[in-house]
């Protein structure tokens, strides 16, 4: 395929991930050399191990909002909370919210790791811009109130929505039909019409993946919501 149409590839910037613990692990060949194997590969931002696990990929993200709050801090000298959130969210957040769809986390680890980044600039906020002390701060769900923040848990499941909302539309190029089962335009329930179905989910992975989760938050939302 490269050869054929003129896009050459380098030997040495290439890899090989195994998914499965099945995986019978064969070798691969690129212009006659072995591609290294690996259990992790960075592949368009996102780090994807061979057990499908985003868990370093959270720990990275963590990291650099972290850098990111920290440069933050030192460079705007201002005590008005109202500048501080709005760079949080312009710089920091951004960061923590960045293909969320693709690496939404399940284990509260993950999910701890990011929202521990917002409880840690909430908590600096307080103590520039009200004087707070740091054992004197209320509570993360009151900070967030108080500065106007939604948990990320929360913004992570509303993002899955809208991007459920643009493949419904046809907007993402995707056979809507590979991804989905609905019930009949027919069918009633309680709930309404044109449901979609939530498919038995054996694995782990394929229980918290994109199209099973936002079956879910289908199920438990409003007719609205599409």
């Known amino acids: 395929w490269s050869v054929k149409y003129q896009l050459p590839l ?3 910037k290439c890899q090989a991930l195994y998914i499965g613990s099945r995986n019978p692990k064969t070798d691969y ?10 259990k992790e590969v960075k592949d368009l931002g996102f780090i994807v191990t061979n057990n499908l696990s985003f868990s370093k990929h959270v720990l990275h993200v963590c990291n650099q909002a972290r850098k990111r709050m920290f440069a933050l801090f030192r460079t705007l000298k201002t005590h008005k909370a109202k500048i501080l959130v709005l760079a949080y969210c312009l710089y920091v957040r951004s960061i923590l919210e960045s293909g969320s769809v693709v690496y939404n986390p399940y284990k509260k680890n993950d999910i701890l790791a990011l929202e521990r980044v917002q409880r840690m600039f909430t908590k600096r906020v307080f103590m520039r811009s009200l004087l707070f002390g740091y054992n004197d701060t209320p509570s993360p769900s009151d900070r967030n109130k108080a500065l106007q923040l939604d948990p990320l848990d929360t913004r992570r499941k509303r993002a899955d929505l809208k991007m459920l909302r643009k493949i419904l539309a046809g907007k993402c190029g995707v056979n809507l039909q590979n991804m989905y ?3 009949p335009f027919g069918y009633s329930s309680r709930r309404g019409r044109n449901r979609i179905i939530i498919a038995r989910a054996a694995k782990m992975v394929r229980r918290h993946s994109f199209v099973h989760r936002t079956s879910i938050l289908v199920e438990n939302s ?5």
Not at 222 to 226: A, G, S, V, Y
């Open 29 to 38: 060949l690129c212009n006659g050399i072995l591609l290294t194997k690996v």
């Open 181 to 183: 089962k609905f019930r």
């Open 222 to 226: 409003p007719d609205t919501i599409l």
């Open 10 to 12: 380098a030997p040495h």
